[in-house]
């Protein structure tokens, strides 16, 4: 059962990343992001459990604490960012 | 695809890619740092830097055909090179047979650590980790010659997410906690100087951007910065010297407590404890230096 | 054996839960739309999967890191789906009226975009 929880998580997080390649517009990249990065905290804490990793929770906590972190960032930046300084 | 904003994030999720990689080959600490560093703060530093420049990258009128073709015959050749590699895991593979397994039998009696990673770092190659610290150092102190730190004044107030300012005070308070357990638990699960630097940066980073640069600034001053990488480096290295004093080897922890064990584990805390902070203040110095480039440019 | 079913079950529900978030983030038509299926299917299967790995491990100091876990994230998602939700119908770019440019390379001519003013 394990088994299929880390497949279950495998596909989503490869569904993530096609949204976060083919999405119009910024708003999905960033949600697609962020949708990685939860995956794959779930995917360290369950894998880590059934593969033994060493201290797995650790990095698990580590992971969502760093995500929050960046994912406001790319907000904060998107938010200030002068568009008249872009060029297409 | 030339938006470099949408690069920056499918970066972060390459950097977390090669830490999955690296769990998997059972090297757990260099997962933990990797995640940290590549998915964390180069990402946040990167935007940083490109708030400073346009967001949509120039179009290059060279060639790619002859990059591709460079590339690609190098990428090759050095395929062609693993070839000759031992299988990973292979038990008669020269890295398995010189000093590794003096490294893992050494460990237990002299050191008494259960993680070796960190007695590795720390203790067998002390001297390694002293020269990435130093280098770690002078990356913060060029980054502040060249481009400054800025004022506290500069800055103006943040536009207020009612929701982000009540969850990101405990969440703050979260990370650096969470930065000195992974700091002092380093001898014992996956962790050490370097990861706890990073984790602790990325607490005031936060704090940063959610409250606004100027009450990180009020918070933790600028110039003290510098200074707190100094005295990592001074730590360290003093505590090279204390045991030169003592009459032993420049870094040797023997002598630094009575039984050697003990001034292993000594040695070893002061160590962490110097990296930890260097790599701290390394980190939020190149993060302040980028944002206070930022107000000056813009105002 | 009944907390073995327990965490398979939990286990089981997390996945499917993730996997609808997932497929619901590929099909559905705008942002908003998105953010709701993601958000809400994520946070739950986060719920589900880390207290299903809690039942299995058992009494230990992991189970205590995984409430923690648990507790993160339950007020981490909501708070960041909260903030990407208001600088989308806020801010300066709307998705609706989707700013954001279609850039492909073959329609760059020689005049004009690489003028540099």
Known sequence: MIVAAILALLVTMALVLTRAFIGPTVYDRILAVNAFGTKSVLLITVGGHAMGWYSYVDIALMYALINFVGTLAVMRFFETHDPRHDEL | ?299 | ?117
């Open chain 2, 1 to 299: 695809m030339r938006d470099l904003f949408a690069v920056i994030m499918l970066f972060g999720i390459f950097s977390f890619i090669a830490a999955l990689l690296f769990l998997d080959m059972d090297a757990v600490d260099v997962a933990f740092t990797e995640a940290a560093v590549g998915a964390g703060v180069t990402t946040v530093l990167m935007l940083s830097a490109l708030r400073l420049t346009q967001r949509y990258e120039n179009v290059s009128h060279r060639h790619a055909g002859m990059a591709l073709v460079v590339v690609t015959l190098t990428g090759a050749a050095l395929i062609y090179g693993t070839l000759d590699f031992p299988s990973l895991g292979d038990p008669n593979a020269p890295v398995h047979e010189h000093v590794a397994p003096e490294y893992l039998q050494q460990t237990p009696e002299k050191i008494g650590v259960p993680n070796v990673v960190t007695a590795v770092l720390a203790s067998f190659r002390g001297y390694d980790t002293l020269g990435e610290t130093v280098v770690i150092f002078s990356a913060g102190i060029v980054v502040m010659l060249l481009l400054g730190l800025g004022r506290a004044e500069d800055f103006e107030q943040q536009e207020d997410i009612l929701i982000l300012w009540v969850v990101v005070k405990p969440m703050v308070a979260l990370i650096l906690v969470f930065a000195l357990y992974v700091q002092f638990h380093g001898d014992f699960g996956a962790g050490g100087g370097f990861q706890a630097g990073v984790i602790f940066a990325s607490g005031f980073i936060l704090y940063s951007l959610v409250y606004g640069e100027n009450h990180t600034r009020k918070v933790l001053p600028a110039r003290w910065l510098p200074r707190l990488a100094a005295l990592g480096v001074l730590l360290y290295a003093g505590t090279g010297m204390f045991s030169f004093f003592k009459g032993q080897v420049f870094l040797d922890y023997n002598a630094l407590a009575d039984s050697p064990v003990s001034g292993q584990h000594l040695g070893i805390l002061l160590v962490e404890a110097g990296v930890g902070l260097t790599v701290f203040s390394t980190v939020l110095l190149i993060f302040y230096a980028f944002s206070g480039r930022r107000a000056v440019v813009h105002e």
């Open chain 3, 1 to 117: 054996m009944l907390i073995g079913l327990l965490s398979d079950l939990c286990l089981l529900f997390g996945g499917l839960l993730c996997l609808t978030g997932g497929v619901g983030l590929l099909r559905l038509p705008s942002f908003f739309v998105r953010l709701h299926a993601a958000s809400v299917t994520e946070t739950l299967a986060t719920v589900f999967l880390i207290a299903g790995v809690m039942l299995d491990t058992g009494w230990a100091l992991d189970t205590a890191k995984l409430l923690l876990l648990i507790v993160i994230m339950f007020v981490a998602n909501p708070s960041i789906t909260h903030a990407l939700c208001r600088t989308a119908a806020h801010g300066k770019y709307r998705p609706e009226s989707n700013h954001e440019p279609q850039a492909s390379h073959q329609q760059e001519n020689q005049s004009s975009n690489n003028s540099t003013s």
